[in-house]
């Protein structure tokens, strides 16, 4: 048992932990400053959230290199506590939204499902053109039969797929290495 704590109280692992966790904190709270403001917020308008994502990764990095790497960061060290921090904060974030939408306003999940309808409903023209009546009485299925639990892998999947480019960029960006032990020492 001591062997998997002591796994979690490396830097590597502890840091991006809690920066995931704050992350996962900060955008629950976005979500409900749109509940509050009136503005559905499982709509579009949520995934303006992952801002919040993108800052705190580069701030876990950040506070890596600068405390815990002595100045140093790895590229692989910074893809990791980066993937650690969307990773964590999606399911944190997910898991919260799941709890506010099942015991505190189920009525939110609820409008969200009639707004995703209706949008389906104005674009059926052009939709059946596209795909079909079949599949879009299908999609139209698929949407009424969603259950509030699709949340916490949607959240999840759609950070994952979002978090890519940034995170690469992030980790470029940020990465510092120690090339003196690239050098020959017998030119020294």
């Known amino acids: 048992m001591n062997y998997i704590l002591d796994f979690f109280r490396r830097p590597l692992l502890k840091v991006p932990l809690a920066f995931g966790g704050i992350t996962g904190l900060l955008a629950f709270i976005f979500f409900l400053a ?3 403001i009136g503005v559905t917020p499982l709509g579009n308008k949520k995934s303006l959230d992952f801002g919040i994502h ?11 290199r600068k405390n815990i790497g002595n100045g140093m960061l790895h590229l692989w060290e910074a893809l990791s506590i980066c993937y650690i921090v969307n990773t964590l904060a999606a399911l944190v974030n997910g898991w ?8 505190v306003d189920p009525a939110v999940f609820t409008n969200y499902l009639a707004e995703m309808h209706q949008l389906l409903i104005q674009g059926k023209a052009e939709m059946v053109k596209n795909i079909g009546e079949a599949e879009f009485q299908n999609m139209l299925r698929n949407v009424a039969a969603t259950e509030r639990s699709e949340v916490i892998s949607d959240e999840l ?25 690239m050098q020959d020492p017998r030119k020294q």
Not at 54 to 64: D, E, G, K, L, P
Not at 157 to 177: A, C, D, E, W
């Open 54 to 64: 993108v800052i705190m990764m580069a701030a876990a990095c950040w506070y890596y």
């Open 96 to 103: 919260l939204i799941y709890f506010f939408i099942t015991y």
């Open 157 to 181: 999947s759609k950070k994952t797929l979002m978090g890519i480019l940034p995170i690469i960029i992030i980790s470029m960006i940020l990465r510092r290495q120690n090339y003196s032990i």
């Open 34 to 36: 749109l509940y509050f």
